[in-house]
């Protein structure tokens, strides 16, 4: 019996639907060398009018602005918000030093120490108040530090103590008439004393161990050194922050 073979792969001929996969192929390629063509001359003849007729919208906004400032409620606006800002710039001027200042940091019990454009001098430990409790028959005190903005407003150079009624009572002592030489007391307060407000002081101490601690009855307590720097750093009328 014949054997009859059967060529699955005639010449010249490939695969049932590979001439459409071929077809498509060579369309695809085209497809694309069109794209890489026509997508610039879309850009240049159609994106760039529509951008520029943008920026004549933009301009004109513009322009409807300027023409707005011109109008007498919004000059009238204007001219209050500026007479505002004058105030308020004065104001805050009036709160900036321009002279040395102290800063007295009563948490930390730290003093910095600036000069009239704000760069630091000097800093180091002092003593605040310590905000213990004393009661007398007729009054009761808490000594503490008062906060915010002093000023300095005066200078002592070897000051006297003038001890008031507290420093008595706190010792269990009669308390003597104003003027009785038992108030005046020397040599406690250091070689300097720059006094502020309420009788509260800038001053030395016998002391320095407290120096960094809150001990005192209100005023502010500094080592020999620092206080000479601070006192003749400062003049009359300068700002001493505390807080």
Known sequence: MDTQKIDLMPSGKGLPGQDKHICWGRRGKIIGWIAVI????LIVFYLTPLMLQWGKRTFKTVETDSVL?????????IRKMKSEIVRLEGKLDRYLPHSPYLVVNTTRNRFYLYD??????????????????LVSEERTWIF???????RVLSKTE???WTKPDWAFIEEGLPVPKAGDPAR???GVLGDYALRMADGYLLHGTLYKRFLGMPVTHGCVRFGDEDLEKVYHTLPVGAYVYIY
């Open 38 to 41: 026509f997508i610039p001359f």
């Open 184 to 186: 005046y007391e020397r």
């Open 69 to 77: 400032l011109e109008k007498p409620v919004v000059k009238k606006t």
């Open 144 to 150: 503490k530090t008062p906060k915010g903005r002093m």
């Open 116 to 133: 009239r454009k704000g760069k630091l001098m000097r800093e180091g430990f002092c003593s605040s108040g310590s905000y213990t409790k």
């Open 158 to 160: 070897n000051p006297v």
